[in-house]
């Protein structure tokens, strides 16, 4: 049954985290189980990578393990579960709980000790070549990725970086209902559009219209619930911006409307209510506390919400999808080029996360986000890179075996396996990549610039998936048909970015060897040879489990 291989997913994961007691938060977003890990040492990372759930590990502000889109959602429950369960039973059985089950002793034996790391080839340098003329198989590439995202990490942790982290912390959330509500959307004006089901209609944009009109509240609950406020309080202030009767009030000589400002001023109520209600438990005596508090931060972060920042964030809002549309139409080709071109980067970099508010504005104003489908380009310029090493490596079978696990998940949107797995740790494929990336948003720029806007009506999901959600201001089968042109556009130049100029062609020759560190070259008379002295196998000339990509390795993800 599907509720037990989920169970049994998150069974395998508890033991390789560390158990429950190693556990201090537990969410998920899209595609990853995101943990708190309070002792990084017990954490089992190559254990944890040779799950076949699992498509690659990533560390940043929390532990994510990568499951995919679908598959998250139903191990957290049964994690959660789990994790809870472990703490209600004593301490004993909590430890044998977490304890690694032995997969060859019998029950009740001790676990065999780890074994010594088998020889194997040297890892990749910095520079993204062998250190020597061993094939480098995907135990070294994980290996050079992990070290590039931790100095990547520690580079990461400036404070405006941080902050951008938890503000994607506050719509991470959000993005379930976006998907649902924008689908719902999309059928509703589907069947609107051939005049089928009109009884059905209303009820549609019932569904996809009810959570975008309170989107503001979630967004202040979430809010304060991040930066250490009382999370109702936030949600209290920000649902002030989508009150009805905000149509009697005047700021600034204009009246108010309700939603004006939107996610952007709801964000804003919000870390001002966490602000003045510290305070207030501070000066406030303890008696008072239950009565005083919650009625000064309501009120006060109120008056200052109708009065100012709902007119302000609307001034903004207005200015981000004003800007957006304007860029797009006079220099979208241009605009696609960069945006998607730079994407890859950015999520390096950490301050994608910065572009999570500007989407969902242009969602509440627009319906749509244009820039979406522009960033989505980067990850087809990374599948075709994929692809081309995959070619380009035809005897290094644990590089391939790596990169065809995780090209499904590719597909779909989810890139980080082939990222930091593949096209990051070996250097120039990710530059390449990124010229993929870069034509893709360069074509649908262009069309966006010859008046066929293509937008996304949620956050999320790219590749394939985004499919179900793609919207514009043409008819529906154009704007698909642009997309998937643009897709493929940035598949095909990731691709033969890579094929031709992905590789020097000494790394080429170095990469490109079999299981046995043979150059590709010599294969026909290494094969001979082997043939020859089948019966004397040489120990020494044998590849350990590990280099090869079997269980253990990176190439099982």
């Known amino acids: 049954m599907p509720e037990d291989k989920n169970r049994a997913i998150a069974a395998a994961l508890l033991p390789l985290v560390g158990g429950a007691g190693n556990l201090t938060s537990i969410a998920h977003c899209m595609t990853r189980l995101r943990l708190g890990i309070q002792d990084r040492s017990l954490v089992q990372d ?40 472990s703490r209600d039973t004593p301490p004993a059985a909590e430890a044998a709980a977490a304890a690694p089950t032995p997969t060859t002793a019998p029950a009740g034996a001790p676990p065999a000790p780890t074994p010594a790391p088998a020889p194997g080839p040297t890892p990749l340098t910095t520079a993204g070549a062998p250190a020597s003329d061993a094939p480098a198989t995907a135990d070294d590439l994980a290996a050079q990725g992990a070290a590039l995202k931790a100095r990547q990490k520690s580079r990461n942790a400036t404070p405006v970086k941080l902050f951008l982290r938890r503000i994607a912390n506050i719509f991470v959330p959000l993005i379930p209902a976006l998907i649902g509500c924008g689908i719902i959307a999309g059928i509703n004006g589907l069947l609107t559009n051939l005049g089928q089901l009109p009884s059905v209609v209303p009820a549609l944009a019932a569904m ?15 809010t304060a619930k991040e930066f250490g406020g009382t999370p109702i309080l936030g949600g209290a202030v920000a649902a002030v911006i ?51 508090t919650p009625t000064v931060t309501v009120l006060v972060t109120g008056l200052v919400t109708l009065f100012g920042l709902m007119f302000v964030a609307g001034e903004a809002a207005t200015a981000i999808g004003t800007g957006a549309n304007w860029l797009l139409a006079h220099g979208g080709a241009f605009a696609g080029l960069v945006l998607g071109g730079l994407f890859l980067p950015l999520v390096m970099l950490g301050l994608h996360q910065a572009l999570i508010p500007l989407h969902t504005t242009l969602i509440e104003q627009q319906g749509y986000t244009v820039l979406l489908p522009i960033l989505a380009m980067a990850g087809a ?17 644990s590089i391939r075996r790596t990169i065809k696990s995780a090209l499904p998940a590719g597909f779909l949107g989810v890139g980080e396996p082939l990222i930091y797995g ?33 937008g996304s009506t949620a956050i999320g999901p790219s590749g394939w998936a985004l499919f179900p959600l793609v919207k514009g201001n043409q008819p529906l089968a154009t704007t698909l048909v642009v997309y998937a042109l643009g897709l493929a556009v940035g598949y095909l130049v990731g691709f033969l970015a890579t094929y031709f100029f992905g590789f020097s062609k000494q790394l080429r020759t170095e990469l490109n060897a079999d299981p046995d560190g043979t150059p590709a070259t010599a294969t026909a008379t290494a094969t001979a040879t082997a043939a020859a002295a089948a019966a004397a196998p040489d120990p020494t000339t044998t590849s350990s489990p590990t280099a090869l990509g079997a269980p253990g390795g990176a190439g099982t993800h």
Not at 52 to 60: L, Q, T
Not at 246 to 258: D, R, Y
């Open 46 to 85: 190559e254990a944890l990578r040779a799950l076949p759930a699992v498509m690659g590990v990533v560390e940043d502000d929390t532990y994510q393990i990568v499951l995919g889109p679908g598959t998250v959602a139903r191990v957290t429950p049964e994690f959660e579960h789990l994790v809870a369960q």
């Open 208 to 222: 996809a219209s009810g959570f975008m009109s309170l989107i503001a509240v979630f967004v202040g609950y979430n």
């Open 242 to 292: 989508v009150f009805p009767g905000v149509t009697h009030i005047t700021a600034f000589g204009q009246h108010l409307s309700p939603g004006q400002g939107g996610v952007l001023g709801a964000l804003a109520a919000a870390l001002l209510a966490v602000q003045v209600e510290k305070r207030c438990r501070k000066a406030v005596p303890e008696a008072l506390d239950v009565l005083l």
């Open 381 to 397: 310029g990374q599948v075709g890179a994929a692809i081309a090493v995959y070619l380009r490596l035809p005897h290094n079978r």
């Open 422 to 454: 593949v096209s990051l740790p070996l250097g120039r494929p990710f530059i390449t990549a990124c010229l993929g990336g870069a034509a893709g948003g360069a074509f649908v720029g262009l069309f966006n610039q010859l008046g066929d806007a293509v």
